[in-house]
C-alpha cells in the first residue's frame, strides 16, 4: 500500500508553528546544495571571499523568490507543486569553463541568454510529454533516486575529499540520525511523523554539538546582514559561452522534467504538458532573473522530492515558506551559515532516507508497468546506461567536451535511452498527452 499523505498539495497545516517545522526541513535538504555551487565556482575562478559572499547572497535570495513563484504561480508561470529552486551543478561545468575565460560576468551574461532555451522550450513541453509515457517517467525516477543516493552516502561518511572520509565517527554519527529518522517516521505521530527529517538532523546537531565537533567560524564571520546587488559583478555575452550554457539548459530541461514527474508521483498529481510548460517557464523565468541577480542559474530540486515521499507533507504553501527562509537567508547570512554548520554526517543519515525513498517511489511505479518484454528491455538498458555514467563519470573522459555536457548526467542518459528505445521498438507506449 501507498504512505497516505498527510497535507494534500493544497491543505496548510493549521497552526503556523507546525508550518515553519515542516518547511525548515526542506531548508536543511536544499541549503547545502545551493551554497555549494557559488562555493565551487568561486573557489574555481579564485574569487576574492567577499565576491564569493556576493556570489552566495545572490543564489539564497534568488532560489528563495524563485522558489515562491513556482509554489505559488504567477500566471503561466510555476507549476503550484511544492518545488524547492535552488542552483544546479547542471551549470557548474559550463561555468567554469566560461569563467576561467571570460569572468562572473561571461557566466551571467550566458545563462540570461541560454536561459531562452528553457523559456521557448517551455512552450513544447505538451509536445515533450508525449515522449514521457510510465515507462519512461519510472525509469526516470529511478534514476533521480539512484543518482541521489551516492551523494548521501559521501556525506555520511564525512564529505568527499576528507582526510577522514569513512571514519567510524562519521558512520556512528549517521547511522544514529538514520535510525532516528525511521523511528520518528514508524512510530510518531502527526507532527512527529511528518518532521521526521528535522527532528532527526535537530538531534544529531545536538549529539555533534555534545561531541565538539561543530565548527562556529563561518557564524562569527558572516555578516549579520547583506543586500544582493543586482549586475554586482557585470554582464558579458561571449558566443562560446552563450553555446555551453544552452547545452546546459537544454540537458537540464531533461533533467527537470524527470523531477516534476517523481514529484508528481509523491504528490498523486497528474502532470500533463500544460502544468509542465508552467514549471519549465518557471525554471527559465527564474534563472533569468537570478542572472540579473548574480545568480548562477536556477532548477529545481530533486532532493526536496525526497523529503515529501518520506513525511507524507505534500503542501505547496509548506514549501512556499521555505522560500520565504531562503530569501531571509539572503538578506541575513549568519542565518545560512549557521544551518552549515550541521556536520555532513548528519545530513548524510537523513538524506539517505530521503534520496532511498525516491528509489522506493520509482521500483513502486516500475512493478505498475505492463509486465512485458519490450517494456522490460526498456527499463533494463535505461537503468543500466543510466547507472553506468552515474558510477563510472570517467567513462566519458575521452570523449569531446560537447559529449561529457551532453552525456554527463545518469539521469539525461536514462531519460534519452528510455525515450529512444520507446520511439524504436514495435507497440510504442503513447505519453499523457497524445492519443493512442
Not at 535537530?202 to 543586500?227: H, K, M, N, W
Not at 558579458?236 to 522534467?257: Q, R, Y
Request: one cysteine or more; hydrophobic letters at 55%.
Amino acid at each position: 500500500m501507498e504512505q497516505q499523505l498527510l497535507y494534500q498539495v493544497e491543505d496548510r497545516p493549521p497552526m503556523i508553528a507546525t508550518t515553519v517545522l515542516l518547511s525548515l526541513q526542506h531548508l536543511l535538504a536544499a541549503l547545502g546544495g545551493i551554497i555549494a555551487v557559488p562555493l565551487v565556482v568561486g573557489g574555481a575562478l579564485k574569487l576574492p571571499a567577499d565576491q564569493i559572499v556576493a556570489l552566495v547572497n545572490a543564489a539564497l535570495l534568488g532560489s528563495g523568490i524563485v522558489t515562491i513563484i513556482q509554489c505559488k504561480g504567477v500566471g503561466p508561470v510555476g507549476i503550484r507543486l511544492p518545488c524547492v529552486m535552488g542552483t544546479s551543478f547542471a551549470f557548474v561545468g559550463a561555468g567554469i569553463s566560461v569563467g576561467l575565460e571570460h569572468g562572473v560576468a561571461g557566466i551571467l551574461g550566458s545563462s540570461l541568454v541560454g536561459s531562452l532555451v528553457m523559456i521557448v522550450g517551455s512552450f513544447f513541453m505538451p509536445v515533450i510529454r508525449r515522449f514521457f509515457p510510465h515507462t519512461v517517467t519510472s525509469v526516470v525516477v529511478t534514476l533521480i533516486g539512484l543518482s541521489l543516493t551516492p551523494v548521501a552516502v559521501d556525506w555520511a561518511a564525512g564529505g568527499v575529499g576528507a582526510s577522514d572520509y569513512g571514519a567510524v565517527g562519521h558512520l556512528a554519527i549517521a547511522g544514529f540520525v538514520l535510525a532516528l529518522v525511521i523511528a520518528f517516521v514508524q512510530w510518531g505521530k502527526g507532527v512527529v511523523s511528518a518532521s521526521a527529517v528535522v527532528l532527526g538532523i535537530a538531534s544529531g546537531y545536538v549529539l555533534c554539538l555534545a561531541l565538539g565537533l561543530i565548527d562556529f567560524t563561518q557564524v562569527r564571520e558572516a555578516p549579520v546582514f547583506a543586500i544582493p546587488q543586482p549586475l554586482h559583478f557585470g554582464m558579458a555575452f561571449p558566443v562560446s559561452g552563450i553555446f555551453a550554457m544552452s547545452i546546459a539548459f537544454l540537458v537540464t530541461i531533461v533533467e527537470t522534467t524527470g523531477t516534476f514527474m517523481a514529484l508528481g508521483a509523491a504528490t498523486r498529481t497528474p502532470i500533463p504538458g500544460k502544468r509542465l510548460a508552467s514549471g519549465i517557464l518557471c525554471d527559465g523565468v527564474g534563472s533569468a532573473f537570478a542572472a540579473v541577480m548574480s545568480s548562477p542559474p536556477l532548477s529545481t530540486f530533486a532532493q526536496n522530492v525526497g523529503v515529501v515521499s518520506l513525511t507524507g507533507v505534500a503542501s505547496r504553501h509548506v514549501v512556499t515558506l521555505t522560500g520565504v527562509m531562503l530569501l531571509l537567508a539572503g538578506l541575513f547570512p549568519v542565518l545560512g551559515a549557521l544551518v552549515v554548520t550541521i556536520p555532513q554526517p548528519v545530513l548524510g543519515g537523513a538524506g539517505l532516507m530521503m534520496f532511498a525513498m525516491i528509489v522506493a517511489a520509482g521500483i513502486r511505479m516500475l512493478a505498475s508497468t505492463a509486465p512485458s518484454r519490450r517494456n522490460t528491455l526498456i527499463i533494463a538498458v535505461s537503468l543500466g546506461c543510466g547507472l553506468a555514467v552515474t558510477v563510472r563519470p570517467e567513462l566519458l573522459g575521452r570523449l569531446p567536451a560537447f559529449v561529457r555536457e551532453v552525456f554527463g548526467s545518469g539521469i539525461t542518459v536514462g531519460a534519452l535511452v528510455a525515450v529512444g528505445l520507446n520511439l524504436v521498438l514495435p507497440g510504442r507506449e503513447h505519453g499523457e498527452d497524445e492519443p493512442a
